[in-house]
């Protein structure tokens, strides 16, 4: 048996026991053996009621019918009506019948045990229809229930119809023209088995589902049974691709759902959060480049530095929304490589106040499998976020290594972002991370890291992409990136990555990315 017809036994047709050979020939030997037996036992006992011999006699019958079906069972009723006229009719010892109405019994006799014999047969064959009818019910329903449930491909699906046809291979083809006035094209959408037909003259069967839908079989010739559920079955393959293509198109709407929420997200910002900074950079420009007004020194750097300040809050918010897009588009493909902690720190960490972080980290720590251009971007908007919500609050950073580090069943290393400011209200930490949540957007009650990542809302300026692109590098990372209250308030971001196993990542840089510069790392890593 091919291991695809192991693998479908499940929906294989049940087996329909009927009258085979065996059962005939058993029959038979009853037949010509039953009766005589009968004659000799009540010969034997020297009982000669001939009411009573009648109806042992077309017991036997009826068993000899029950056994080997009708034939058999004529047999016997036959050569019972002789032994009856033989060795219990008057004269008895010869075939010829003195009385008119004896004749009569018997030829009834003959009716009815030709009678019983038939309908017993007819009763075996009516009972095997229904058990191959039932058969193929269940067969047809194993399929329907498989089609609610499956989430698997096409392609094994067509190999359970295969295996339950018995045939080598099958085809699903489609016509890729769809009613157009171009001539049908009929192209190849899955198929199963050795050699599955690409056209219908290199099949042995074919199926016309509908206008759109042809299945194609190789193998032996199909029975009158395996006809009906050749079709049966090309209308719950049909079915099948239907259901995949709507849960695809449903796909596809959430996702341009996203995309409209996120282009409307954009445009606010834009309208907003980034003509904000170009005000104010294009306020300074211009005053600094009016001739009739002198500025002292300190005037001076005070709107270079808004302007450095404002040029530092437009790339910020730019860097989240391309990261932001490349996340929801599936297009961040990290470079993993042998990175500590300690050493992402410092560019992550630029342009916090010093003041207000504590590096608690354990000297010695193992190296994580991470990009160090992503991790960068993911420590510090989740540093700048704490800063930015929890004002004058320290900001202490921790890590932890040891039993009970676990992520995807791989030993980590925790690296811990922990503030005391107000925290998180019950329920909040679900809409944390999602994109473009701010801390007035949404109930968040003024979170310590609320409201989506550098610039949310409300207290504090920007577009709520912070944390959302911090997670979804986290994960691209095989990371994970969780809230927690802090002892005493405030809120603890938790962030883990898996420890170095010894082996970079397909197409990772050659050298430690722990010594890569900040640039080049933040380039390798996908910032840009």
Known sequence: MAAGEQNSAALLLPAVRGIGRGRVVAGLILAVTL????????????????????LLQLAAAVAVAAIGGLWPAIIAALLGTLLLNYFSTEPVGSFSIADLSTLFTLMI?????????????????RAQEAARFGAEAEALGGLALQILRSDGTLESFLEKVRANLGMDAITLLSDVSRGTDRRSDWRVVATAGVNPPVTRAAADHAAVVDAHYTLLLNGGPLSEQQRRLFGAFGAYVVALRDRQQLAQSRLDNVRLEEGNTMRTSILR??????RTPLAGIKLAVSSLRQDAVTFSPSDEQELL???????????????????????????????LGRTNWVDVLPEALRGVQAAGVRNELQPNLPPVEADAGMLERVVANIVENAAKYAPGSDIVLSARTGAGVTVSGRPASELRIIDHGPGLPPGAATDLFLPFQRRGDAPLAGGAIAGGGPGAAGSASGIGLGLAVAKGFTEAMAGTLEAEPTPGGGLTMVLTLPLWSGTASPGAASEDASTVGTDDAVKKGGRL
Do not use: K, W
Request: net charge negative; aromatic share 6%.
């Open 35 to 54: 009766p005589p037996a009968v004659e000799m036992l009540v010969t034997g006992v020297g009982y000669r009621n001939f009411a009573m011999i009648m």
């Open 109 to 125: 006799f003959l009716a009815v045990a030709c009678s019983v014999a038939l309908a017993v047969g007819l009763a075996t064959q």
């Open 269 to 274: 910002a834009v309208s907003h959060d980034l």
């Open 305 to 335: 530095a808004t302007i450095e300040s404002y040029t530092d809050r437009l790339d910020l918010l730019v860097g989240n929304l391309l990261d932001m897009s490349r996340i929801t588009a599936d297009a961040v493909n990290p470079l």
